[in-house]
């Protein structure tokens, strides 16, 4: 790599930093799909770099994409998108640099990625969404004889109680969740909340059984001495003070170990494993199916942390293959149905739940009749 290259590069990784105030983690994996094309050439100055370059670098990422098909792709569609889109970005920014506005004006253009691993990159992934019984059922699994049994056994309640992203849940404090109201205090002064967004959510009605599990861990955890302050997962559950013993506790590092609870009290109870985040899921199709109004379908939406209704939809909410079947075949059996028999399907679905004995009696007594 060319002195001014890597010069270049240096003063790049401050510009995201400083000017677009990106953090660590997404300036980190830019500056490593950068290093890849300044690597690809060699000790070539950037203020002559040609189209013939770049179209070089990208047929390198993925030579399957040429018409070169013994090649062996050995990055996947997203990657390789989004370091075109990284190096884009690049030399976009490049050529606005003092030396560097001789450029070809057009350079930047050539980093677009081929339409088809663009298509590719964008197919949503195939995910295991639990569900809401399988939760259950690991719950229940789970044993409760030690401290750090109903710690785990807490984390997953917790999750499927209120829809938390791993991130928020391994720091949340003890201050930051309400028993008796029912809610959780993300606030991002505290949290490792996404987008360093506060949010205060309240309880999924998941069951009073589960909400019981939580509740119980605050007051444990309150019972043991631990103050506001302190994490409501600690660390190290055998760290857990006493109400003497003046041990500090600590905060989970990353959510590698919630998964690793999750992870193994799916294997005992025999279900499936899930991912942390795709309770979320869980959530979004069971309680949007059950909103009523716009209303209820917002308040799901943001007691996720979302701002708007289409990000549950279309990450959240979207159906599995078995629901998507499910639903069609129902619609091949509305469709066979008078219309008068459809007019009563609606009307019933209108009523309120808590009415719907009163049509149930009048039913059974037109039947009797």
């Known amino acids: 790599m060319h002195a001014s290259t890597a010069w270049m590069l240096y003063l790049y990784q401050t510009h995201m930093k400083e000017a677009r105030g990106l953090d660590a983690k997404t300036i980190s994996a830019r500056m490593r799909h950068l290093g890849q094309f300044a690597t690809s050439l060699g000790d070539k100055e950037l203020t002559k770099l040609t189209r013939d ?16 098909t013994n090649g062996d792709r050995t990055l996947a569609a997203p990657t390789i998108v989004q370091t075109c889109h990284d190096l884009k970005a690049f030399l976009e920014w490049l050529a606005k640099q003092s030396g560097y506005r001789s450029l070809q004006r057009d350079l930047s253009d050539y980093c677009t990625p081929p339409r088809r691993l663009t298509a590719i990159a964008h197919t949503p992934k195939t995910k295991h969404v639990p569900s809401a019984a399988d939760i259950v059922s690991t719950l229940a699994a789970m044993p409760q004889t030690t401290l750090q049994d109903r710690r785990d056994r807490a984390v997953i309640a917790f999750l499927f109680l209120t829809g938390v992203r791993d991130g928020v849940l391994v720091s949340l404090r003890l201050k930051h969740v309400d028993i008796e109201g029912r809610r959780v205090d993300q606030d991002a002064n505290e949290v490792n909340t996404k987008f360093s967004k506060t949010a205060r959510t309240t309880w999924f009605p998941v069951g009073e059984d589960i909400a019981a599990i939580v509740t119980e861990w605050v007051e444990e955890r309150r019972a043991s001495g631990a103050e506001g302050d302190d994490p ?57 199916s059950k909103a009523r109004s716009p209303e209820e379908r917002k308040a799901v939406s943001q007691n ?46 209108q009523v309120p739940s808590e009415s719907r004995h009163v049509l149930k009696a009048t039913a059974q007594a037109l039947i009797k009749s």
Request: negative net charge; contains cysteine; hydrophobic residues 35%.
């Open 304 to 349: 996720l942390g979302h701002e708007n209704e289409t990000t549950t939809m279309e990450h959240y909410a979207t159906l599995s293959d078995d629901y998507q079947r499910e639903l069609m075949l129902g619609l091949w059996e509305r469709a066979e149905m008078p219309e008068e028999d459809l007019e009563l399907v609606d009307l019933i679905n």
């Open 232 to 288: 409501l997962f600690p660390r190290t559950p055998s760290a857990v003070r006493g109400p003497c013993s003046g041990r500090k506790e600590e905060f989970w590092k990353t959510a590698a170990p919630v998964r690793e609870i999750i992870r193994k009290a799916t294997r005992v109870a025999g279900v499936p494993y899930f991912c942390p985040h795709s309770v979320r899921s869980t959530l979004a199709r069971q309680f949007f």
């Open 53 to 68: 370059d770049i179209i070089n670098f990208k047929k390198r990422l993925n030579a399957t994409d040429h018409g070169e």
